[in-house]
């Protein structure tokens, strides 16, 4: 079974600062893994995806991530955070191959102070 | 121009009425979920369907039932609601041609059970 754990339901960065959202996969199969962002009263929208060709995606805004085999990991970036960065990220993953279902963590709120 | 459309947008509803709640999709694409959001929980899925004549239950799809009027549309009723269904719920499509699941999301259901 295929699972995500996102560490830290809420994080706070300072307005400039580098923003780093962290997620560990589980998986039987290689991965497929995404990061969406969910902005208030939106629903949640494509910030990158791995799909197993370079291991450092980048994404919309600014974003970027790190597939890391031996950590499980695909931790979220940003070097100098935005106000317009506040938002609630969700790491997912879901399996090559057949129904390709799809796990979410719970998610991070991520605050930018000024 | 929203891809995948969500009716209505906020519904205030009491214990026991049965309520519907409707999306649409003019991407195209074959797969269509429900998901509903808790906070702290993530998403959870609640049904998917993978065309008209093919609909399967989620994690958590007891309480509810769903529709696949058309390849476009796909519905979510409660039956009997309950105030533990107070969520936001979440409809989304995906692609059969990718070989990854990007899915792709509505704005969101905001309900509320008394």
């Known amino acids: 079974a295929q699972s995500v754990t996102q560490l830290g339901s809420h994080v706070s960065v300072s307005e400039g600062a580098l923003v780093l959202l962290r997620c560990n996969y589980s998986?039987?199969?290689?991965?497929?893994l995404f990061w969406y962002v969910q902005y208030p009263n939106q629903g949640l929208q494509l910030l990158l995806k791995?799909?197993?060709?370079?291991?450092l995606v980048k994404g919309i805004n600014g974003f970027e991530a790190e597939f890391k085999k031996s950590e499980t990991s695909f931790h979220l970036t940003k070097p100098s955070a935005h106000m317009s960065d506040a938002a609630e990220y969700f790491c997912?993953?879901?399996?090559?191959?057949?129904?390709?279902?799809?796990?979410f963590g719970t998610g991070t709120k991520l605050q930018v102070i000024p | 121009d929203a891809d995948v459309t969500q009716t209505p947008r906020n519904r205030i509803t009491k214990t026991g009425k049965r309520i519907m709640l409707e999306c649409s999709q003019t991407k195209g694409h074959d797969r269509m979920y429900w998901y509903r959001q808790d906070p702290g929980l993530g998403l959870r899925l609640i049904y998917y369907s993978f065309d008209v004549k093919d609909i399967n239950k989620g994690e958590i799809s007891d309480g509810y039932s769903v529709s696949r009027q058309a390849q476009a549309k796909f519905s979510l009723s409660l039956e009997s609601a309950i105030p533990n269904q107070t969520a936001l719920y979440f409809c989304?499509?995906?692609?059969?041609?990718?070989?990854?699941?990007?899915?792709?999301f509505g704005p969101g259901t905001r309900l509320t059970v008394l």
């Open positions: 791995y799909t197993s060709a370079a291991t």
């Open positions: 989304a499509t995906s692609d059969t041609v990718a070989d990854y699941n990007e899915q792709f």
């Open positions: 997912a993953v879901s399996d090559q191959g057949g129904y390709q279902k799809v796990t």
């Open positions: 998986s039987s199969v290689p991965p497929y």
